[in-house]
Nanobody, 122 residues
Framework: QVLLTESGGGLVQAGDSLTLSCTAS????????MGWFRQVPDKEREPIAA????????YYADSVKGRFTITRDNTKSTAYLNMTNLKPEDTAVYFC???????????????WGQGTQVTVSK
């Protein structure tokens, strides 16, 4: 079993930056690809970024490309999502996910964190 613990959400203003963290624990936790989804009320969860264990394979959704950066520190079993130039439409609950490879992470069928709220005011 893999446990994912997110942190770093909060309330910010448009144009601000925020970094989310996700720490993985449990068996094989440090060998998995990791990623982030987000969800707004009445909409499906959307994969927005993912990174392979080696950091060689990285995915971004078009909606965040150029503004968000995903990185990881395998010594800490932690993935980070650095979000810059935040917009009100980025307001959502952000979920950390993990699975064997980036493509599986994007499918949303792997392990999930509990989610952290990000609110961007105008």
């Amino acid at each position: 079993q893999v446990l994912l613990t997110e942190s770093g959400g909060g309330l910010v203003q448009a144009g601000d930056s925020l970094t989310l963290s996700c720490t993985a624990s449990g068996r094989r936790a440090n060998t998995l690809a990791m990623g982030w989804f987000r969800q707004v009320p009445d909409k499906e969860r959307e994969p927005i970024a993912a990174i392979s264990w080696s950091s060689e394979n990285i995915y971004y959704a078009d909606s965040v490309k150029g503004r968000f950066t995903i990185t990881r520190d395998n010594t800490k079993s932690t993935a980070y999502l650095n979000m810059t130039n935040l917009k009100p439409e980025d307001t959502a609950v952000y979920f950390c996910t993990a699975d064997l490879v980036v493509e599986y992470v994007k499918s949303g069928l792997g392990h999930w964190g509990q989610g952290t709220q990000v609110t961007v005011s105008k």
